[in-house]
Each structure stands twice: as structure tokens, then as C-alpha cells.
């Protein structure tokens, strides 16, 4: 009955927080629409950002501080969207302008299938199944972190055509001047050429902070949420009490309907993050591959595991922790 009774005082916490879409428009618009919604029953809006012409520039400042204003005259309450573009991780193109190496950055993985007995075989590595290697926009940087080798299991199979994890060798340190040399044994076999590219991605979220590493979010901190707090910290915790979110993810693959190993895709990655795995790097190519027993099961689970943790602590953590010192809600 307590309850009740607050809700038919109006007494009852906000539940509804409308996206009020910036335009630019002029403070007399501004005004109309936050006494609409107010009327309508909402206690709350959250500021959109990305239709607006000044995303903290001048213009965005006087919109987003008018707003605050007539909200804390009507007891709402505000929260603001933390970025220039859909998803999160832009950080108002900050990211790319001044810190390009925190970008996004992926694992991928080229095979080459071949026949032994072969000695003094040469396979040129700018010619990688699919598309040439180094040779196209964003991959002049691509980096080989290793190359290996297995056994298929049987080379007539249809469909998955595994390996077998116990023949697998590391051939990395036979590659030279952008040539593998090796003496193909016995066989039928796959070469493994794992790399890091920015290449492979979704197209629209190539300039994109990477959530793995912790540095980057604080790209995003220094881009929208410090400037936020500049102009506004009398309000944090009253009137502000949150910033929104919206769907910030790795960008490997278009879609939420991909999972590792049944699709082909790139996969989150950092320069040294085989150092943080709980497996040895030469089992990387089973991320991609199949293998003839549970390997990959156990490589693909391990990485999720540690690619979920990094996400938390290096992004979503670290972004939760300055709103808590900063008294808005997480």
C-alpha cells in the first residue's frame, strides 16, 4: 500500500528515460520539448548526442547546459551519451587523431595446405589464402607473430578439415625476407600464418578505441567524460547522475549472430596479449581450425575466458570506476 500511495503522489523514482535527440536546435525548441516530456510523466532524459552539429564544442555546451538547467528547475534527472557516433568507442575521434596506437587491433590467421615429401620447398608470404598479404589499405602494418604446422587429419574430409594438435610445429623462426623455407615432411599438411592486422573488421568502427587495453578507455574519459565534468561537476550526482553507453563492442564482425570457430572473422587482439593467455601461443591456429581431438574446444574457451575479463577490466571497469568517484550512477 506504501507503495502504491507513492506512486499515486508522485513520489515514486524516475523510470523512464527518454533519448532527447540534439539537433542544434534553438533553446526555445530545447525548452518546449523538455516541458513535453516533463508533462508526459518522465522524470529523466538522456541527452543524444550524435545528430549534434558541436559534440563538445562551443554550441554543445550551451544546448546540453540549458537542458540541465530547465531539468534541475523540474526535479528530473539527466543522463548524456558518451560519444559522437553509435557505437561507443570513438571517443569524439580522439582515438585516431592522437592515439593510434590504442586502436582497434585484431588476430587473424592464413592457411596454406600442402604436400610432402618436398625439401627446400619456399612459400612466399605475401600471398596468403584470400587476399594478398601487405598489399592493400590498413595492412601495411600487419605484423606475422608466428607460423606453424600440422598434419591434417585427413585431407579428403569435407566440411572442417582438422588437424592433429600433436604434430604441430612452430616454423616461425624458419621464415626469411618474407619467405618460409622448410623441408615439407611426409604427408599431407596446413601452414598456420598467424598475424595482428587493424584489417578484417567492421568498416564503420575501424577508428574505434580498442576495449582490450586500459589505456584506450581512458582515451574515451579524456575525450567526453572529463570535459563533461569540467563544465558541469555541480550538477554530478544531482541533476547528471549517469552517462549512457551505447553497445560498445569489439567490431571483429557485423552482427550479434557470429561465434568463434563457426564463423570466419578476426578476432579481438593487442600487441603482446598472447602473453596474458593461458595456453601456449603455437595453439593459436586452433582458433580458426579444427583440430582431430578437444583442443580446440579448450583453446577457444580459454581465449573467451580471457578476452571477457580483459573487456571488463580494461574497459567497462575502468569506465564504471571514474563514475563512481565522480557520484553518478554505474
Same mark, same amino acid.
Given at each position: 500500500m506504501k507503495h502504491l500511495t507513492s506512486i499515486l503522489q508522485n513520489q515514486q523514482p524516475n523510470s523512464v528515460t527518454p533519448f532527447f535527440w540534439q539537433h542544434g536546435e534553438d533553446t526555445e525548441i530545447l525548452t518546449e520539448y523538455m516541458q513535453k516530456i516533463h508533462a508526459s510523466g518522465c522524470g529523466g532524459v538522456c541527452i543524444e548526442a550524435r545528430p549534434h552539429p558541436?559534440?563538445?564544442?562551443?554550441?554543445?555546451?550551451?544546448?546540453?547546459?540549458?537542458?540541465?538547467?530547465?531539468?534541475?528547475?523540474?526535479?528530473?534527472?539527466?543522463?548524456?551519451?558518451?560519444?559522437?557516433?553509435?557505437?561507443?568507442?570513438?571517443?569524439?575521434?580522439?582515438?585516431?587523431?592522437?592515439?593510434?596506437?590504442?586502436?582497434?587491433?585484431?588476430?587473424?590467421?592464413?592457411?596454406?595446405?600442402?604436400?610432402?615429401?618436398?625439401?627446400?620447398?619456399?612459400?612466399?608470404?605475401?600471398?596468403?589464402?584470400?587476399?594478398?598479404?601487405?598489399?592493400?589499405?590498413?595492412?601495411?602494418?600487419?605484423?606475422? !607473430?608466428?607460423?606453424?604446422?600440422?598434419? /591434417? $587429419?585427413?585431407?579428403?574430409?569435407?566440411? %572442417? #578439415?582438422?588437424?592433429? &594438435?600433436?604434430?604441430?610445429?612452430?616454423?616461425?623462426?624458419?621464415?626469411?625476407?618474407?619467405?618460409?623455407?622448410?623441408?615439407?615432411?611426409?604427408?599431407?599438411?596446413? !601452414?598456420?600464418?598467424?598475424?595482428?592486422? /587493424? $584489417?578484417?573488421?567492421?568498416?564503420?568502427? %575501424? #577508428?574505434?578505441?580498442? &576495449?582490450?587495453?586500459k589505456e584506450a578507455a581512458q582515451i574515451l574519459i579524456e575525450a567526453v567524460y572529463e570535459p563533461h565534468y569540467e563544465h558541469f561537476k555541480e550538477e554530478f550526482g544531482t541533476t547528471v547522475t549517469a552517462f549512457f553507453s551505447d553497445e560498445p563492442r569489439f567490431g571483429n564482425a557485423k552482427g550479434t549472430d557470429k561465434s568463434i570457430g563457426r564463423a570466419e572473422m578476426v578476432l579481438p587482439w593487442y600487441s603482446g596479449m598472447d602473453a596474458v593467455l593461458p595456453f601456449r601461443k603455437e595453439l593459436l591456429p586452433f582458433l580458426f581450425a579444427d583440430s582431430s581431438d578437444d583442443t580446440m574446444q579448450k583453446v577457444r574457451c580459454a581465449y573467451m575466458d580471457t578476452v571477457t575479463r580483459l573487456y571488463s577490466q580494461n574497459f567497462t571497469q575502468v569506465i564504471g570506476n571514474w563514475c563512481r568517484e565522480h557520484a553518478l550512477t554505474v
Open positions: 558541436e559534440f563538445v564544442k562551443e554550441k554543445w555546451w550551451k544546448d546540453a547546459g540549458h537542458i540541465i538547467s530547465l531539468a534541475k528547475k523540474q526535479h528530473m534527472e539527466v543522463w548524456i551519451l558518451d560519444d559522437a557516433h553509435f557505437p561507443t568507442g570513438y571517443a569524439n575521434g580522439l582515438a585516431a587523431e592522437k592515439y593510434p596506437q590504442y586502436l582497434k587491433k585484431y588476430l587473424d590467421c592464413r592457411r596454406f595446405d600442402v604436400t610432402g615429401p618436398l625439401r627446400y620447398a619456399r612459400i612466399n608470404l605475401r600471398f596468403l589464402k584470400g587476399r594478398p598479404y601487405g598489399k592493400q589499405e590498413d595492412r601495411e602494418n600487419d605484423t606475422i !607473430i608466428g607460423i606453424y604446422a600440422a598434419e /591434417r $587429419a585427413d585431407e579428403a574430409a569435407a566440411g %572442417k #578439415d582438422p588437424v592433429k &594438435p600433436q604434430t604441430l610445429t612452430d616454423l616461425t623462426a624458419f621464415r626469411k625476407d618474407g619467405v618460409l623455407y622448410w623441408d615439407i615432411p611426409q604427408g599431407s599438411w596446413s !601452414i598456420f600464418v598467424l598475424f595482428e592486422t /587493424r $584489417a578484417g573488421g567492421e568498416e564503420s568502427t %575501424k #577508428d574505434y578505441l580498442n &576495449p582490450l587495453q
